[in-house]
């Protein structure tokens, strides 16, 4: 990652239907499973870990911790900003191929861009393509 | 390690444009922590979702956020 330019924009093509693609959400609004670790807003510096949300899990099963933008919409509902429900939905409806079984939520903010960009970054995309196994990937943030 | 084909739903789209994002939506007017839609917009939620998806098919326009207008979010 770090040898791109800053000019280049990273864009593979989708080269399948996405009625037969597997995709996966990945979001920076701080979403987690209730039963896993929050993540640390006590760091000034921003917890820089992801957890993984089981593609079957359920709203109820899931929450937000997040000190950087107003969650209260999400808290109540956590379609706004990490629609899994509705994914699954869609692929019922035949729209996507398949939900994948595991998705990524980190905690967007951090100071520590350089090790954000280096390192995390590229763990968490690591994760997606050899565990998720993503054909598509959704990203949301707040 | 291989590319995955990506869309961003972003309600900051100066911020994610400098991030030179491979596709992005930015629903029009939406506020942060509104990414999909207000609570209970499940219809909207997924109309969102899916036009996100969607971009993937559409003509590649890399590093571009591309607008949307969906009225019912203010009604």
Same mark, same amino acid.
């Given at each position: ?5 800053? *000019? %280049?924009?990273?864009? @593979?093509?989708l080269?399948?239907?996405? =009625?037969k693609? /597997?995709?996966?959400?990945? @979001? =920076? ?7 896993q670790?929050?993540?640390?807003? =006590? ?7 992801? /957890? ?12 937000? @911790?997040?000190?950087? #933008? ?5 808290? /109540?509902d +956590?379609? %706004? ?7 699954? $939905?869609?692929?019922?409806e035949?729209? +996507?191929? $398949?939900?994948? /079984? ?6 967007? #903010? ?6 954000? #960009?280096?390192? +995390?970054?590229?763990?968490m995309?690591? #994760?997606?393509?050899? *565990? %998720?196994?993503?054909?598509v990937v959704?990203? @949301?943030?707040? | ?13 100066? !911020? ?17 922590g509104?990414?999909?839609? &207000?609570?209970g917009?499940?219809?909207?939620? &997924?109309?969102?979702?899916?036009? !996100? ?6 003509? !590649? ?10 009225p019912?979010y203010?009604?």
């Amino acid at each position: 990652m770090s040898s791109l330019s800053r *000019k %280049c924009v990273p864009f @593979t093509p989708l080269e399948r239907d996405l =009625a037969k693609a /597997r995709v996966v959400l990945v @979001t =920076a609004a701080g979403v987690h499973r209730r039963d896993q670790e929050p993540f640390n807003i =006590a760091d000034d510096l921003g917890d820089l870990t992801f /957890r993984v949300v089981n593609g079957d899990a359920v709203n109820a099963d899931l929450m937000v @911790t997040h000190h950087h #933008y107003d969650h209260s919409d999400a808290d /109540r509902d +956590i379609n %706004c900003v990490f629609p899994l429900e509705l994914l699954r $939905e869609l692929q019922a409806e035949g729209f +996507i191929g $398949e939900v994948a /079984r595991e998705h990524v939520g980190y905690m967007g #903010y951090t100071m520590q861009l350089k090790k954000m #960009y280096d390192e +995390i970054a590229p763990q968490m995309a690591e #994760y997606v393509d050899k *565990k %998720c196994k993503a054909d598509v990937v959704v990203l @949301t943030g707040g | 390690m291989r590319g995955i084909p990506t869309a961003l739903i972003t309600v900051g789209p100066e !911020a994610s444009r400098q991030m030179r994002p491979p596709r992005a939506m930015y629903p029009k007017g939406f506020k942060v922590g509104n990414s999909l839609g &207000k609570p209970g917009q499940r219809e909207l939620q &997924k109309k969102v979702l899916r036009d !996100a998806l969607l971009i993937l098919t559409e003509p !590649a326009r890399p590093g571009q956020v591309v607008e949307r207008e969906y009225p019912e979010y203010e009604s």
